[in-house]
């Protein structure tokens, strides 16, 4: 059983440190945002994410799982302290590291004994070294510096940290890599023994090898549509290789979340900064912002002009089982729709209230799908929420002004839109009309 302090209680502290407490250490979730640990205490979620309610509560009753805004307390009781705040990206495309900064004053001013410093937040390489010097600027106090990068995925959060395909850890000594190896044990039994530095860069190969896999298989889409194939055919046949692999071989409107952008503009950061010119990430991004404008084009060679049209952007989320619309390409292409004349109508089971919140009142929102859809010109699929994806496709062809679908998703068969008689424009496979 250890103490731990996680600090930040985002979508990634308040889900480790939850698995963490269920593993049976005594951990104390902190945040500087007050209305958030408000909301914790009072057992209401700040994040969608499921199974997360049970767990939290669960571990609060038993007492493994306390939640602070007072983060020196915390600081000064564990043996372990988590950075997990927010690395947004900069105007420029940098990580910022302003609330990383933050966070490793705060901990060297209160650093009372010997403690292990873990990074969990993705970090361009450097960042632990930077982190040490902050924390030795304040105090003379020894301590590790470890770097654990995270890798659960949005949606099914809590099944990742359970069962973690591997742990990364990269650490300043034996002693500390041991320590968060074994808090670990419970978890995983690939842990990956690496350098600090190394560990930091693993996290941003990750995912940018995940979003070089989208967006190779777009560019391979619109080569479909070209030439007539079956996009989704070419991820089967080649996804069967075990060397290539089916996963993230979808085809769609592209990679969205509070994730793989701004880790893929860090990583070009990071490589332009040492000099190196990454052309590949350069090439993976600039496909994902033309996947996006490429939607739109479907919705206008579908329609002939969007000036006056009613579409109906069905799912606002980044992808099914998160309110998360970070990136989200909704955020993206609404904007483009009311721009070019569109009364735009748009739906998501969790979103909304996030959506609003970032896009105020360009559009009209709606819980209800088939609301959404009523008298609309044309529907837009952005994401493929399973409330979507069982669709009543024959009322929704009733209600619908004209029955032109755009479905960034692939959720429909060809032969069954054929059939009931859609205009049905997906991705990377040949029009129904
Ligand atoms: P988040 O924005 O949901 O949460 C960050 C939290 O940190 C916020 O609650 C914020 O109030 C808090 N915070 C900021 N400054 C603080 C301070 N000085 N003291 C205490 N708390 C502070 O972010 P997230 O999605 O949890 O991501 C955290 C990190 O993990 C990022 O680096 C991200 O790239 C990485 N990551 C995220 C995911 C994911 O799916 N969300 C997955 C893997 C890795």
Redesign the pocket.
Known sequence: MKKIAM?????????SGTCFADAGNEVTC????QD?IAKLLQGSM??YEPGLTELVTKNLKKGTLQFT?E?PQAISHAEIIYI?????MTVTGE?DL??IK??AK?IGEHLNEYKVIVT????PVGTGKLIASIIKEQTDTPFDLVSN??????GV?IKDCLNMERAVIGATSENAWQLIADLHRPFTSKIVKTSVETAELI?YAANAFLATKISFINDIANICERVDADVTKVSEGIGLDSRIGQSFLQAGVGFG???FP??TAALRHISQNVGYNFKLIEAVMETNEQQRVHMVNKLVSALGTLEGKTISVLGLAFKPNTD?V?SSPALDIIPQLVTMGAEVRAYDPIAVSEVKKRLGYQCTYSENLYKTIENADACLVLTDWQQVRQIDLTKVKQIMKQPILVDGRNLFELETMEQLGFTYLSVGRPIVK
Do not use: M, W
């Not at 902190?30 to 945002?33: F, G, P, V």
């Not at 969990?120 to 970090?123: A, E, H, I, L």
């Not at 990068?149 to 949005?154: A, K, M, S, W």
């Open positions: 600090i930040g209680t985002g979508y990634v502290g308040l889900v902190c945040d500087i945002d958030k700040p994040i805004s983060i997990a705040v927010g690395t947004p990580a302003t609330y933050q966070v705060t969990k937040s993705t970090v990068p995270e890798f659960l995925r949005e959060a996290k979340g509070s994730c701004k880790d998360d970070r």
